[in-house]
């Protein structure tokens, strides 16, 4: 590895002639200022993100999947704020504040659910499916001018693309897909609305939203942090690319041991789960890692066929490597033709220094008895992928180690470390390397929503 290579305007193309999908975009200069540390820390910060990001962005509510069903709803926190998105009729998505108008109750509790009408508890007003009022109980004893106000819930904007819920409290939005341009056709080619969240975890860590947010942004500390990753995949060339509206993504090679390490030549037992995974031997398998790579995409191209998964949309890359897009401001989505891992970093109601780390795993559903989940998926024993139920959100408080394998709980461990050093008195702002643009990006985007 000689990193005198390296030239930062180019970056990393770590797939040969890439086209298509695989293209990468054009370097953008970001600059080299670091950023105060007061964004990680202050109130005044965090209010400010909910005056001027929070409540003016587009947010991914939930999959398109969650709601399926005429009267299925999904109840979206976002920091102080309560939202219900809701499939008021086939093929629309309604979009409300969870708050009742005659005093305020809230209306609707759970995390997610089905109802035919939406009732409160409170003094009985009901509410038809896409807000609107359809009843006041006892409306005689209220006079007139009392009546004559708004009594219809209080409603958000909405948009459904890419197999996600939407939600905006801007008043007047651009299209989601105008939001995410390239990234949108890119998120297409998953059709994420056929697939099925199979998985549901919230995690609560010491740390703010963005502490947690970056240390998903980069493989820069893959050797130090999880180096079992080492065998599996690289890290240091690893392909960036922004786009406009704070839009990023990484190339994450799989089955591919990292270069940092002695012997990546050579074919270790990462691979050959790896290859197992698909149905070739280990054992008779002759060649570099590199075939291995290209074996294990040959296959996936075999499965396509006989399961009629329709792969010839995806780039070879796409097949086997980690395609993974930031989408401003808290979204982070994994994508490969089996599944995609959506990593939400949601921030607190009152606590910079807390944060809720969602994730959920959307998988494509085969109806076929020899298909199986890939091994590295890592779902725990016994997991549903029938895409039948939707499955309950599980929650792990503060200081609670999650249940999200290794790599994880390694993450879990060391963020709230990291927020501990960047409140310290010390600590003059981050320094980022070229390895870690789609951070400078990502605090390039946030500066045009609050200049602080
Ligand atoms: S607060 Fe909802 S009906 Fe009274
Ligand atoms: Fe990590």
Redesign the pocket.
């Given at each position: 590895m000689d990193a005198k290579v390296f030239d930062y305007k180019k970056g990393w193309q770590n797939i040969p002639d890439p086209e298509g999908v695989d293209r990468k975009n054009e370097y953008k200069d970001f600059g080299t200022k670091r950023v105060s540390p007061e964004r990680y820390i202050s109130h005044d910060f965090m209010n400010s993100e909910w005056e001027n990001l929070w409540t003016k962005t587009w947010l991914m509510a939930c999959s398109s999947s969650d709601i399926r069903n005429v009267g299925d709803y999904f109840n979206f926190r976002i920091g102080k704020e309560s939202i219900v998105v809701i499939r008021s009729s086939a093929g629309k998505v309604s979009a409300f504040y969870n708050v009742?108008p005659?005093?305020?109750?809230k209306l609707l509790y759970e995390d997610f659910g089905f109802v035919k009408d939406i009732g409160?508890r409170?003094?009985?007003?009901k509410f038809n499916l896409d807000g609107t009022n359809q009843s006041v109980?006892d409306s005689e004893t209220f006079r007139d001018e009392v009546l004559c106000y708004d009594l219809d819930l209080s409603s958000v904007k909405v948009e459904e693309e890419c197999g996600f819920v939407w939600v905006t409290m801007h008043e007047d939005p651009m299209p989601v897909r105008e939001y995410l341009g390239e990234v949108a056709e890119h998120l297409d080619l998953y059709d994420v609305g056929n697939m099925n969240v199979i998985r549901h975890v919230h995690s609560e860590w010491a740390a703010n939203w963005k502490t947690g947010l970056e240390a998903f942004y980069e493989t820069y500390h893959l050797s130090f942090i999880h180096p079992q990753t080492q065998g599996m995949m690289e890290d240091y060339f690893v392909q960036m690319d922004t786009w406009d509206n704070g839009m990023n993504r990484m190339i994450v090679p799989f089955i591919e041991p990292s270069k940092r390490q002695e012997g990546h030549n050579l074919i270790n037992e990462a691979t050959n789960i790896m290859l197992a995974d698909v149905g070739i031997d280990p054992n008779t398998f002759e060649g570099s890692p590199a075939e291995a790579k290209k074996a294990i995409q040959q296959k996936k191209r075999e499965f396509s066929e006989s399961y009629n998964l329709g792969y010839e949309k995806y780039s070879d890359a796409q097949l086997t490597d980690s395609f993974v897009y930031g989408i401003f401001p808290n979204i982070q989505i994994g994508c490969h033709p089996e599944g995609v891992f959506v990593h939400k970093f949601m921030p607190h109601p009152t606590n910079p220094e807390i944060f809720t780390y969602d994730t959920s795993i959307n998988y494509r559903t085969v109806d076929n008895p020899n298909y199986h989940v890939p091994g590295w998926f890592g779902l725990p024993e016994g997991t549903d992928t029938s895409g039948q139920v939707r499955p309950d959100i599980v929650r792990y408080g503060l200081g609670v180690k999650p249940d999200l394998g290794e790599v994880l709980e390694q993450d879990s461990e060391l963020i709230p470390f990291v927020q501990e050093g960047v409140r310290s008195r010390g600590f003059r702002g981050p320094l980022w390397s070229e390895q870690e643009i789609r951070l400078r990006h990502f605090h390039h985007e946030m500066d045009k929503y609050i200049n602080q």
């Open positions: 009742c005659h005093r305020g109750n409160c409170f003094h009985g007003w109980t």
